[in-house]
């Protein structure tokens, strides 16, 4: 079971980015998938999440208007777009996974130690 996350790079402020989340090993329809980042020395904080069945998503405040979460459930991959980047969101970031059993389908939440499996984090830098 992997997560591969990719797409990060250095944007300058109001430019936007395209995270990738690829899955191996395992179905990503079956899993709820989290977005999560970190900057060094700061505690991790949930950005997006979107459930199993794709119906529900969830963005904290901090993406809420900024950032699109979807899933490509054909190619086993999640996305987040991220637009008017700000410095602010210079950070690493994750993709997690949880499997989501029949009664879970809808379940989405920024709770990291909820997720089963984490990817290797990709850097997003937002600097002019």
């Known amino acids: 079971v992997q997560l591969q996350a990719s797409g990060g790079g250095l944007v300058q402020p109001g430019g936007s980015l395209r995270l990738s989340c690829a899955a191996s090993?395992?179905?990503?329809?079956?899993?709820?998938i989290g977005w999560f980042r970190q900057v060094p020395g700061k505690e991790r904080e949930g950005v997006s999440c979107i459930s199993s069945s794709g119906g529900t998503t969830y963005y904290s405040d901090s993406g809420k208007g900024r950032f699109t979460i979807s899933r490509d459930n054909a190619k086993n991959t999640l996305y987040l777009q991220m637009n008017s980047l700000k410095p602010e969101d210079t950070a690493v970031y994750y993709c997690?996974?949880?499997?989501?059993?029949?009664?879970?389908?809808?379940?989405?939440?920024?709770?990291?130690?909820?997720?089963?499996?984490w990817g290797q984090g990709t850097l997003v830098t937002v600097s002019s």
């Open positions: 090993g395992f179905t990503l329809d079956d899993y709820a």
């Open positions: 997690a996974a949880r499997y989501s059993d029949s009664r879970y389908k809808s379940w989405c939440r920024l709770i990291g130690p909820s997720y089963n499996y």
